[in-house]
């Protein structure tokens, strides 16, 4: 699996803002799309945010106006900038990567998955 290593996540009060990354490390050949998912307490994991390689955006309808995401190419990081941040925020955010890697000097297409990075907004 390609690497992912996200950080940024934290605690803030309602109507704050934070900043997520989420490096992408090895020998990345293309990327199809990065993105930002959640999963709250008891709920399914949800999309938040992609951003292709074409750097076409997506973003859920609940946050749409409120959060970014963007992404340094020669990086391979991809960040999503949150503001206004509402308590039905708080779930831990998982970065995904889908491309195309070397792994241990094989080639493949991937589909990877950060460890998470706990967000909490309190009121």
């Known amino acids: 699996q390609v690497q992912l290593v996200e950080s940024g996540g934290g605690l803030v009060q309602e109507g704050g803002s934070l900043r997520l990354s989420c490096a992408a490390s090895g020998s990345i050949f293309s990327i199809l799309a990065m993105g930002w998912y959640r999963q709250a307490p008891g709920k399914q994991r949800e999309l938040v945010a992609t951003i292709s390689g074409a750097g076409s955006t997506n973003y859920a309808d609940s946050v749409k106006g409120r959060f970014t995401i963007s992404r340094d190419n020669a990086k391979n990081t991809v960040y999503l900038q949150m503001s206004s941040l509402k308590p039905e925020d708080t779930a831990v955010y998982y970065c995904?990567?889908?491309?195309?890697?070397?792994?241990?000097?094989?080639?493949?297409?991937?589909?990877?998955w950060g460890q998470g990075t706990q967000v909490t907004v309190s009121t």
């Open positions: 995904n990567f889908k491309g195309v890697a070397a792994v241990h000097g094989n080639v493949n297409a991937y589909d990877s």
